[in-house]
């Protein structure tokens, strides 16, 4: 699927090998500047850290967009992976990307319709972790296919038409493209010549679960210590308890009663919901999650359908910004309950039923037995007309 590591981190004769630099005066400071004016002319640019909590991130800077333009400088401490983020004057996320941080200076190159940022400069890690081999051929074909399956999938109304381009056009193009950025990110990391750029490309996706612990292993006997793979061990154990607790959630599992705040406001609990109605699906979805809400017309139609039969959605929402959850829930014009308090992967709710991975649903009846789980789109139509009928 790619070129191969030699040639896709090869750096153009602007940038710097690690070895150049480390031959220089060492530099400290790290400064990241740009117009994205193309996604937004105000709010704030912001540069965060993976948190040890599942989905957390701490913030490292921040500096307003004026007019555009974004000029940002810090002092960036040890070697790691950062997120970078653009904020409108709305609160909304409109890019998103990474960086690895590391004295020196970088220029941001704003995304498109799919959102994402990209930097480059002096820092020759970060070069070659997130900017050379985007250059090749490869990547750009299924880059640019990805940006046109956004382009297509947000320029269609809500409707039918809408999922079937999501199924039939979008996941497709998605799915084999970060597949790509997959396979260099495992390269990387199983590259022995360069040990720092190993460590960052494991904990960036390049390798998972026990392999990757395995290799930051191998890894700290050649770098030492770190309190970056501490807070990746972390988030690890904290993923492994949640999938543990995941595992209690089949079918045939009882279901764990909850009380949260919907939309408007109001205590709502699952218990209640279900004293009224035969099935209730559990859903938990965030605004920010493209699948999630790729879902939504097809589960409108489902519940028009089956909503005076017996049938009710409770949503859970993963989202920590009550603003975000807000607009876009609005936007979204949903029907049935909607309720979240706002605390994300730290939602006790979120902790009980061990959700990692979101869209993610249980059908569930009024006994509180789970009679089903991600039923996504006709599975969804085929569990409630076996359970309750069509009109």
Request: aromatic fraction near 10%; include cysteine.
């Amino acid at each position: 699927m790619f070129l191969g590591l030699a040639a896709m981190t090869a750096c153009s004769p602007a940038e710097q090998s690690v070895e150049q630099v480390a031959e220089q005066e060492p530099a400290t400071e790290m400064r990241i500047s740009g117009n994205i004016s193309g996604i937004s002319t105000d709010g704030e640019f912001m540069v965060s850290l993976s948190s040890a909590g599942l989905g957390g991130t701490d913030e490292l800077a921040t500096v307003p967009i004026v007019d555009g333009e974004v000029d940002l400088s810090f002092i960036p401490g040890e070697t790691e992976v950062a997120w970078i983020s653009a904020q409108n004057a709305d609160g909304d996320y409109v890019g998103k990307g990474f960086i690895v941080l590391e004295p020196g200076t970088f220029t941001i190159e704003q995304g498109g319709a799919s959102e994402r940022l990209k930097v480059r400069g002096s820092g020759p890690l970060n070069n070659e972790l997130f900017y050379s081999w985007r250059q090749e051929a490869g990547y750009k074909k299924l880059s640019d296919e990805y940006e046109r399956a956004v382009e297509g999938l947000n320029a269609l109304p809500e409707g039918e038409e809408r999922g079937s381009y999501y199924t039939s056009t979008f996941e497709p193009a998605y799915k084999e493209f970060k597949a790509y950025e997959g396979d260099v990110m495992a390269a990387f990391a199983l590259d022995d010549s360069k040990p720092l750029l190993a460590r960052m490309a494991t904990m960036n996706g390049g390798l998972r679960g026990g392999e990757a612990l395995a290799r930051l292993d191998e890894l700290e006997e050649i770098l030492g210590e770190s309190e970056v793979v501490d807070r990746y061990r972390a988030r690890m154990d904290a993923h492994k308890q949640m999938a543990n607790i995941a595992r209690n959630f089949g079918v045939g599992e009882t279901a764990v009663d909850f009380t949260l705040p919907t939309l408007d406001g109001e205590q709502l609990s699952l218990s209640e919901v279900l004293a009224e109605n035969e099935f209730v699906l559990l859903e938990f979805w965030a605004v920010w999650c493209a699948p999630c809400r790729a879902e939504i017309p097809h589960m409108k139609r489902a519940y028009a359908e089956y909503s005076d039969k017996g049938f009710e959605i409770v949503s859970v929402s993963l989202d920590n910004n009550r603003e975000d959850w807000e607009i876009l829930s609005e936007e979204e014009n949903i029907p049935w309950f909607n309720t979240s308090d706002l605390m994300a992967y730290s939602s006790p709710v979120i902790q009980q039923y061990g959700v990692l991975g979101i869209p993610k649903n249980y059908l569930v009846n009024s006994d509180f037995e789970i009679v089903a789980m991600d039923l996504r789109q006709e599975l969804l139509d085929e569990a409630l007309a076996e359970r309750l009928g069509s009109h």
